[in-house]
Nanobody
Framework: QVQLVESGGRLVQAGDSLKLSCRVSGRRFSDLAMGWFRQAPGAAREFVATIDWTGESQYYADSVEGRFTISRDNNKNTVWLEMNNLEPEDTAIYYC????????????????WGQGTQVTVSS
């Protein structure tokens, strides 16, 4: 059974940077495509970024393209989301996710969710 544990969320100011981590256990990490989603209060959970099992292919939501970077280290069973130039609109609970396909772009792709980590960006 795959388990995902996120960390790194906290309160920051607009313009700051933050790096989230997600450690994976229970399955060979190098077999898994990984993704990050977020959910703001009163909103649906939305896609943020995904990375394939090799780490060579990434895809981002338009709202974060150029500001966020997803990366992974298959030796550390960890995927990261580096967030730069944060905006108040980035405030949300951020969830790590994985699925059985080559990417994780929509919630239907997801087999396993992490518990989430809160990111709050003050203006």
């Amino acid at each position: 059974q795959v388990q995902l544990v996120e960390s790194g969320g906290r309160l920051v100011q607009a313009g700051d940077s933050l790096k989230l981590s997600c450690r994976v256990s229970g399955r060979r990490f190098s077999d898994l495509a990984m993704g990050w989603f977020r959910q703001a209060p009163g909103a649906a959970r939305e896609f943020v970024a995904t990375i394939d099992w090799t780490g060579e292919s990434q895809y981002y939501a338009d709202s974060v393209e150029g500001r966020f970077t997803i990366s992974r280290d298959n030796n550390k069973n960890t995927v990261w989301l580096e967030m730069n130039n944060l905006e108040p609109e980035d405030t949300a609970i951020y969830y790590c996710a994985t699925g059985s396909g080559p990417s994780v772009v929509v919630t239907d792709d997801v087999d396993t969710w992490g518990q989430g980590t809160q990111v709050t960006v003050s203006s």
